[in-house]
């Protein structure tokens, strides 16, 4: 795996296209009864059948023509404050499925403040869909007036699901769709942290980013002794549409298998798959700039990958005083995830915000995702509630209006990434000057190391892209682990990428450690 740096208009003729395309939506609808699409489209609802054919002709259908935005949610309801936002609480006894047999529940989460539009949420037995209605008794709610609003605006701006997780006899809240195309989800013992996104495109590009939606969703019912739950979801934006398919397994950890189709309506050159969001503030070798009684502050300390040639890789995340992207070569990548290493409550030292059960996250593509990158942005940031982090795939080729693309990968939930056994697993590193010197020098800890290493027979192959390398040491340190010193000097270079991999008996001993070193202020 190598590295890289690196309005509308109306017219007559467009109104007659328009009226053909709201004929074909219709049709590509049949009688599903469907939330129209900014109040342009609806079927009537008499026999609502589904499959999951809907939504691709729904997805295929809209990218024939310019995007529509969602329908917004009452000013008065994006313009609560946030203390007020946060008095509307859905109420249990509304939720989806509850009381019932089966497993599952699905709660809503109310519009406004910062969820500016509406998406309709349908649920599907026995093949028939039917919306989600939103009344008076949904939400409990500071004020009448607020209650009446959100009836009368009767969509929402996610959900939840919920299942006994953690103990038989309470179903906890393991999965939020809320936002844009974000989703999150928990495992058995863990709390919330990064994020995930159906697509992501154009991130930070010159240009600005853009954001793409899931505008509506179909939820299905589960068996009564159903260990998974299947979504459906409509994905628009301004330039692509796509139909996507989550089955959803709860456990240990929390699984997803993800199926989509896009349908472009331009030529996308970047875009994002599996894209995943987290925050790292400090931390490992990226000490905090102020103050803080805390040892780090992060939901993911490391970027770990397959690549397609079978290399384990291992990339410390920084908080950099400037935006950094990097963008690692591969082809056909086996997997790649933001990762939570850190796993001791001593490791933060916060009694609060239970940084060690924060989830990873790991993505295994199905199929060959051919050639591309994996890239990771690296955002500066001062507080801890900004998601400064992105990580996904870039394929090479770019998607062409008129076609489709299809791709599919698994996303698991899990406190660390996949390695073999007695494979080393880097599990701290730190930077500094050597003693008696100034050259920077990198230390990094394996565990999981074989008892009987010899270190006489240890080896490595280490580089930097700028400046050399000066010296290389291990130690033992513990019964299974040993630690790396790497001195260098980077000869008044700005910025160095390093990458060490070490090596036993002619084969990889544990992951390749690839670290991009900033001068002081950079």
């Known amino acids: 795996m190598a590295l890289e740096q690196f309005p509308l208009m109306s017219s007559p003729s467009r109104l007659l296209k328009r009226r053909s395309f709201l004929a074909r939506?219709?049709?590509?609808?049949?009688?599903?009864?469907?939330?129209?699409?900014?109040?342009?489209?609806?079927?009537?609802?008499?026999?609502?059948?589904?499959?999951?054919?809907?939504?691709?002709?729904?997805?295929?259908?809209?990218?024939?023509h310019p995007f529509i935005p969602p329908m917004e949610v009452p000013e008065k309801l994006k313009k609560l404050d946030y203390d007020r936002y946060r008095q509307i609480r859905f109420d249990k006894k509304a939720a989806v499925w509850a009381g019932t047999r089966t497993p599952f529940s699905v709660e809503m989460f109310a519009p406004g403040l910062y969820y500016t539009y509406g998406i309709r949420v349908h649920t599907i037995e026995n093949g028939v869909a039917k919306p989600v209605q939103i009344d008076k008794s949904t939400f409990v709610t500071p004020s009448p007036e607020i209650t009446d609003l959100l009836a009368e605006f009767n969509k929402v701006a996610g959900f939840r699901l919920h299942y006994p997780l953690?103990?038989?006899?309470?179903?906890?809240?393991?999965?939020?769709?809320?936002?844009?195309?974000?989703?999150?989800?928990?495992?058995?013992?863990?709390?919330?942290?990064?994020?995930?996104?159906?697509?992501?495109?154009?991130?930070?590009?010159?240009?600005?980013?853009e954001y793409p939606i899931f505008r509506q969703f179909w939820i299905e019912r589960p068996a009564n002794k159903s260990d998974a739950i299947v979504v459906h979801a409509l994905l628009d934006s301004l330039r692509v549409t796509g139909a996507y398919q989550f089955t959803i397994h709860p456990g240990s950890p929390t699984r997803m298998e993800i199926k989509a189709t896009l349908f472009p309506r331009t030529k996308l050159s970047h875009i994002g798959l599996g894209s995943l969001t987290s925050m790292f503030l400090f931390g490992g070798m990226d000490h905090s700039d102020g103050p803080d009684y805390r040892n780090a502050v992060h939901d993911s300390n490391g970027l770990s990958?397959?690549?397609?040639?079978?290399?384990?890789?291992?990339r410390p995340l920084n908080n950099p005083k400037t935006l950094q992207i990097s963008a690692f070569v591969d082809n056909n990548p086996r997997g790649f995830g933001l990762i939570q290493r850190a796993r001791q409550q001593s490791d933060y030292e916060d009694l609060e915000a239970n940084y060690h059960k924060r989830p990873s996250t790991w993505v295994s593509p199905v199929g060959d995702w051919g050639e591309g990158v994996v890239v990771l942005v690296e955002i500066p940031t001062s507080?801890?509630?900004?998601?400064?982090?992105?990580?996904?795939?870039?394929?090479?080729?770019?998607?062409?209006?008129?076609?489709?693309?299809?791709?599919?990968?698994?996303?698991?939930?899990?406190?660390?990434?996949?390695?073999?056994?007695?494979f080393g697993?880097?599990?701290?590193?730190?930077?500094?000057?050597?003693?008696?010197?100034?050259?920077?020098?990198?230390?990094?800890?394996?565990?999981?190391?074989?008892?009987?290493?010899?270190?006489?027979?240890?080896?490595?192959?280490?580089?930097?892209?700028?400046?050399?390398?000066?010296?290389?040491?291990?130690?033992?340190?513990?019964?299974?682990?040993?630690?790396?010193?790497?001195?260098?000097?980077?000869?008044?270079?700005?910025?160095?990428?390093?990458?060490?991999?070490?090596?036993?008996?002619?084969?990889?001993?544990?992951?390749t450690i690839l670290y991009r070193w900033l001068a002081a202020g950079q």
Do not use: C
């Open 25 to 64: 939506l219709t049709a590509a609808l049949g009688t599903l009864a469907i939330e129209p699409i900014a109040s342009v489209a609806a079927a009537d609802a008499t026999t609502p059948t589904f499959s999951p054919n809907v939504v691709l002709d729904i997805a295929r259908a809209l990218s024939e």
């Open 166 to 209: 953690n103990t038989p006899k309470y179903q906890d809240e393991f999965v939020v769709f809320a936002g844009a195309s974000y989703f999150r989800a928990v495992s058995k013992g863990q709390n919330y942290g990064l994020s995930a996104r159906g697509l992501a495109i154009d991130v930070a590009e010159p240009t600005g980013e």
């Open 305 to 314: 990958m397959l690549s397609g040639a079978g290399e384990y890789i291992w």
């Open 383 to 422: 507080i801890e509630t900004n998601d400064n982090i992105v990580a996904y795939w870039r394929p090479k080729k770019p998607l062409e209006p008129g076609s489709s693309f299809e791709f599919a990968y698994n996303l698991a939930w899990p406190d660390d990434s996949p390695l073999p056994e007695k």
């Open 425 to 511: 697993r880097v599990t701290r590193t730190a930077a500094g000057i050597k003693l008696f010197t100034q050259f920077p020098q990198m230390a990094v800890d394996f565990s999981n190391m074989p008892t009987d290493l010899n270190l006489d027979e240890l080896r490595f192959v280490a580089s930097v892209s700028n400046g050399r390398v000066l010296e290389t040491q291990a130690v033992h340190n513990g019964p299974n682990g040993i630690r790396l010193f790497m001195t260098f000097d980077p000869e008044r270079a700005s910025m160095t990428e390093i990458r060490v991999q070490t090596r036993y008996q002619g084969k990889p001993l544990g992951e």
